[in-house]
Nanobody, 118 residues
Framework: VQLQASGGGLVQAGGSLRLSCAASGSIIRFIRMGWYRQAPGKERELVATDNRGATPNYADSVKGRFTISRDNAKNMVYLQMNALKPEDTAVYYC?????????????WGQGTLVTVSS
């Protein structure tokens, strides 16, 4: 499956963006859909995950500001980002896990850049 992330851009601090991740096939079979991000000079980190049928999981730094959701009918995953901060600046990646394994079977999108100005 291929994942296409979009929706990034430049926004002022306090603003909002909604990221979208379009999958080329059905996402029902994926047990976890998630968003990760990588800031310049830093390692990739988990932002939010949607575990099929379970409560979403968020990084502490985004709790209360970001919301992950998925639309199985449209094969889409979204990340609504509110109250953005300059430290949210990063390339955001969509991830889909089909099997935790071993071996783990997962897929990554190409990333979309979010820049938050102060």
């Amino acid at each position: 499956v291929q994942l296409q992330a979009s929706g990034g851009g430049l926004v002022q601090a306090g603003g909002s963006l909604r990221l979208s991740c379009a999958a080329s096939g059905s996402i029902i079979r994926f047990i976890r859909m998630g968003w990760y991000r990588q800031a310049p000079g830093k390692e990739r980190e988990l932002v939010a995950t949607d575990n099929r049928g379970a409560t979403p999981n968020y990084a502490d730094s985004v709790k209360g500001r970001f919301t992950i959701s998925r639309d199985n009918a449209k094969n889409m995953v979204y990340l609504q980002m509110n109250a953005l901060k300059p430290e949210d600046t990063a390339v955001y990646y969509c991830n889909a896990i089909r099997d935790f394994g071993p071996p783990r079977v997962d897929f990554w999108g190409q990333g979309t850049l979010v820049t938050v100005s102060s």
